[in-house]
């Protein structure tokens, strides 16, 4: 069955009045005081821009991404579900799941927005998700304070009511419109852009920095001599060539060298900067100057609890108000599995597998599920509880002991050495 798209299912409507975006874009976005424009286009150009919303938008992505339905002593997968397929496999005929989750954490983290048009049947059953470009939407309200979404497409703007958008905002003032994590920390990362920039430039100019030629008389024409000179010696294919100078003409540095404007260091410092910005870990995109073998394991960890779940709690939530019905909403819901990043090395997990099953709050067939292993049949034992035997009551520790003997219980005193 052929899916309607945006084009053939919008019917335009009344444009919106005081759009946000109309009001504030312009002042979010723009020059810095580097001398750079910095939006999300190009802020991704920016190595550490890049890497970071990478890491982040890769490994949400590659998540298992499951349907539950709540039962009475817990949950299990409603495979059953059709947005079970949706999400887990595949949300439409052009995308997979994978490709849909890591396009969506793209928006939210260059525009601070994240949106997807709703496909539903007749009966108002979800069937497809399509993703919509975060800059050319305007979220608003009516005069009865309805939310409406207008979408701009070949120049023709559509309206689209709250039930047929999955928005899932960013940090934001109101609580309706997320900002733009580029355009709050434009400054930084116009740094970057600019020390790039001076970088490509020294090395274009065979890293030697702007000179003055010096003659002691009066040129006729100065502009010749700039350029012949230029001409010979500017650019890295002409490095090492030897400079030929007559009439007492002199050559004198003019610009700060590299070294005492400490590029090197600034470049390193950007890079922590735009780190700091997304919250990863600078060893995650190849930075590994204060990276140790004993912190790194616990640097990832720390990158998956407070970097990660907060995404993934936001991703959760907006797919349970948005694509459940309103009667669906107590019984399913959507949740992200990430024991996988959680894993530490192999002896760590059969230590930790081992204390659950002598505790007797792991099945051997639990820690097969997560070591990815088929499970042990029930007659064989594989979803057995056991519990360490040795562990006795405190009160039955000491020198009684019981006996049976020709059928009868008596206690006897064991004298102790």
């Known amino acids: 069955m052929k899916i309607p798209i945006l084009s053939n299912l919008f019917k335009s409507r009344a444009a919106p009045k005081n759009s946000f975006w109309q009001n504030?874009?312009?002042?979010?976005?723009?020059?810095?005081?580097?001398?750079k424009t910095?939006?999300?286009?190009?802020?991704?150009?920016?190595?550490?821009?890049?890497?970071?919303?990478?890491?982040?938008?890769?490994?949400?992505?590659?998540?298992?991404?499951?349907?539950?339905?709540?039962?009475?002593?817990?949950?299990?997968?409603?495979?059953?579900?059709?947005l079970y397929y949706l999400l887990h496999d595949e949300p439409n005929p052009e995308m997979t799941s994978f490709v849909l989750r890591e396009t969506l954490m793209?928006?939210?983290?260059?525009?601070?927005?994240?949106?997807?048009?709703?496909?539903?049947?007749?009966?108002?059953?979800v069937v497809a998700l399509y993703p919509l470009l975060p800059d050319r939407m305007e979220v608003g309200r009516?005069?009865?304070?309805?939310?409406?979404?207008?979408?701009?497409?070949?120049?023709?703007?559509?309206?689209?009511?709250?039930?047929?958008?999955?928005?899932?905002?960013?940090?934001?003032?109101?609580?309706?419109?997320?900002?733009?994590?580029?355009?709050?920390?434009?400054?930084?990362?116009?740094?970057?852009?600019a020390t790039e920039e001076y970088g490509s430039r020294l090395f274009a100019n065979d890293a030697r920095p702007s000179v003055v030629l010096e003659h002691p008389g009066i040129l006729k024409d100065p502009e010749k001599i700039r350029d012949s000179w230029n001409q010979i010696y500017r650019g890295s294919e002409n490095a090492h060539k030897v400079a030929v100078l007559e009439e007492g003409m002199q050559v004198k540095t003019l610009s700060m060298p590299p070294e005492q404007a400490q590029f090197l260091e600034t470049r390193k410092f950007q890079i922590e900067e735009i780190c700091r910005i997304f919250r990863v870990p600078p060893h995650l995109v190849g930075n590994l100057d204060r990276a140790t073998f004993s912190n790194i394991e616990h640097q990832s960890i720390s990158f998956v609890v407070h970097t990660?779940?907060?995404?993934?709690?936001?991703?959760?939530?907006?797919?349970?108000?948005?694509?459940?019905?309103?009667?669906?909403?107590?019984?399913y819901?959507?949740?992200?599995?990430?024991?996988?990043?959680?894993?530490?090395?192999?002896?760590?997990?059969?230590?930790?597998?081992?204390?659950?099953?002598?505790?007797?709050f792991m099945s051997p067939n639990d820690v097969r599920s997560l070591e990815n292993m088929n499970p042990i049949p029930d007659e064989e034992?594989?979803?057995?509880?056991?519990?360490?035997?040795?562990?006795?009551?405190?009160?039955?520790?000491?020198?009684?002991?019981?006996?049976?003997?020709?059928?009868?219980d008596h206690t006897e005193i064991l004298e102790l050495d």
């Open 106 to 125: 793209g928006h939210l983290l260059l525009w601070g927005n994240a949106y997807a048009q709703i496909i539903r049947d007749g009966r108002g059953k």
């Open 24 to 35: 504030t874009y312009t002042f979010f976005f723009g020059p810095t005081p580097s001398g």
């Open 381 to 408: 034992g594989g979803n057995i509880f056991m519990v360490n035997g040795n562990m006795l009551k405190l009160k039955d520790v000491g020198a009684y002991a019981k006996e049976s003997t020709g059928g009868d």
């Open 38 to 82: 910095v939006n999300e286009h190009t802020a991704l150009t920016t190595s550490a821009v890049y890497a970071c919303v990478r890491v982040l938008s890769e490994t949400i992505a590659s998540l298992p991404l499951h349907v539950y339905r709540r039962t009475g002593q817990g949950k299990e997968k409603a495979m059953e579900h059709n």
């Open 308 to 331: 990660i779940r907060p995404w993934l709690v936001r991703l959760e939530q907006a797919f349970n108000k948005a694509l459940f019905s309103e009667k669906e909403k107590g019984d």
């Open 333 to 360: 819901f959507t949740s992200f599995v990430v024991d996988g990043l959680l894993r530490g090395d192999y002896a760590s997990r059969m230590q930790g597998y081992s204390v659950g099953i002598q505790n007797g």
């Open 142 to 193: 009516t005069e009865s304070g309805e939310l409406y979404y207008c979408y701009l497409k070949d120049g023709q703007e559509y309206l689209l009511c709250r039930e047929e958008v999955l928005h899932i905002p960013g940090l934001g003032f109101d609580g309706l419109v997320g900002y733009s994590p580029i355009a709050m920390a434009k400054n930084a990362i116009g740094m970057a852009l």
